[in-house]
């Protein structure tokens, strides 16, 4: 039987220097009107609802989309790795906040795909997602915190593994909310973070995330 070869978690935070650009095709849900563009991180637009309702995310390499608040955006500075574990082949990262002004520890919400190099069978991903555990408590405790709890749940119509996780940050208390499946050959990792003072501020856009993932047909599927 194969081993599996899984990418690692990463804690995130938003910095000046490299970064990923976020590759897909943002655009504006059917309830927002005024749209405006703002420039992403490397001067991607980025379609922004001048009011409420959602906008919608859609990457076709990755194979997955999502909606999310109309009032979320990217960054305006790229996005740092702060601790993370393994080695990934990074497809996609794509980060959205709604506070532009403190963004030194980013509060809101990364989605990532990565490619593991081996197809994860529907009948052992459970066994894969379990293999997270280990990792977590590694990654939590390069950052001085903790693994607060883990579970099952679901994203995109498929078994995710969900851990809750505490650690601090240039001083300062943050939380983080990562949900993790595997798709055929791709992990998806959402994390929602937040410094703990801001994390119910961030908590209905990231579950606006959650709610409305979705596979969709990947490219390079």
Not at 21 to 31: H, L, N, Y
Not at 40 to 63: C, F, I, Q, R, S
Not at 158 to 171: D, I, K
């Amino acid at each position: 039987m194969a081993t599996l070869l899984l990418a690692g978690p990463s804690l995130f935070a938003a910095a000046c220097g490299g970064g990923n650009a976020a590759k897909g095709t943002p655009t504006e849900g059917a309830t927002n009107t005024a749209a405006i563009q703002t420039p992403g991180p490397t001067g991607t637009p980025v379609t922004k609802a001048g009011g409420g309702g959602t906008l919608h995310y859609a990457n076709d390499e990755a194979g997955f989309a999502f909606d999310y608040p109309g009032d979320w955006q990217q960054p305006n500075v790229p996005i740092t790795r702060q601790a993370e574990m393994g080695t990934e082949n990074l497809i996609v990262q794509v980060a959205l906040t709604n506070d532009t002004e403190d963004i030194a520890i980013m509060d809101g919400v990364m989605v990532e795909a990565a490619r593991l190099g081996v197809d994860v069978p529907p009948d052992r991903l459970r066994e894969a997602l379990l293999s997270y555990d280990a990792l977590m408590a590694q990654l939590a405790g390069q950052m001085g915190g903790a693994v607060t709890d883990n579970g099952w749940t679901e994203l995109g119509g498929l078994t995710a593994r969900r851990y809750s996780v505490t650690f601090t940050m240039n001083g300062q208390p943050v939380m983080s909310e990562f949900l993790y499946t595997i798709s055929g050959d791709k992990q998806i990792d959402v994390n929602c973070q937040a410094k703990s003072a801001h994390f119910e501020n961030i908590r209905a856009g990231c579950q606006v995330v959650y709610d409305s993932f979705n596979f969709i047909s990947s490219a390079n599927s």
